[in-house]
Every structure is written in structure tokens, then in C-alpha cells.
């Protein structure tokens, strides 16, 4: 991790995936491309981050509001494969399961925290 980067306003903890918005977004007033500097985060809500675009030609600003997701890996290969007994097994349990899906694999997908 480089610690070498321009200033860039104060928040110390720059989320990586800010990157991947330069080049994307545009300037709903002029079109013109955002840079990295002219995003700036201003909030966060859940998977929700609201960020501050000022365009560098045209002076206008705008609230883009980028919804993020953590990544599942996948399992390494060779480990962690679902064999033929854990299929039938899976099989069994939801053959006999009568609740809902929800109960099955677990209350909502938000973390409990
Ligand atoms: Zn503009």
C-alpha cells in the first residue's frame, strides 16, 4: 500500500472502489468525464455511499449515490467443493424442511451487527 497520493481534502480512508467510478461517470451538465479528484465521498448508509461530484469544467455539483457489495470469492479450487453426499444431504434437509426459505439460510442478508 503507497501512502504517496496527492492531498485529497482530509478523509484519510478512501474507499479503493472510488477508482473504478473515475472514467465512468460524467457531468450530468457538460458530460464532461469526473477525475479522481472531483469525487469526493460524503456518506455512507449501509451499502449505500453518497459522493460529491464537482466538475472541473463546468463548476457543477452533483450527489452520486453508489451502491456497494462486498465481493463473495468463490471457494479455492480442490477445497470446498460440494460432493455428491453433501448434494443428497442438502436434498434430505429440504425435502423435510417445511419452513420458509428465509429460516433456511438464515434471517436476511444484512449483517448482524
Ligand atoms: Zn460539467
Not at 47 to 56: D, E, L
Not at 57 to 79: K, Y
Amino acid at each position: 500500500m503507497t501512502s504517496a497520493r496527492p492531498h485529497d481534502g482530509g478523509m484519510s480512508e478512501t474507499p479503493s472502489w472510488l477508482d473504478g467510478l473515475v472514467g465512468n461517470v460524467r457531468c450530468a451538465a457538460c458530460g464532461r468525464l469526473y477525475a479522481r479528484g472531483d469525487l469526493k465521498p460524503v456518506g455512507q448508509r449501509d451499502q449505500h455511499w453518497f459522493i460529491r461530484c464537482t466538475c472541473g469544467a463546468c463548476g457543477s455539483q452533483g450527489i452520486a449515490v453508489v451502491m456497494v457489495q462486498t465481493a463473495i470469492e468463490p471457494p479455492p479450487a480442490g477445497r470446498g467443493a460440494i460432493t455428491v453426499d453433501d448434494v443428497l444431504s442438502a436434498h434430505e434437509l429440504l425435502r423435510d424442511y417445511t419452513g420458509n426459505v428465509d429460516g433456511l439460510f438464515g434471517a436476511g442478508s444484512s449483517r448482524s451487527r
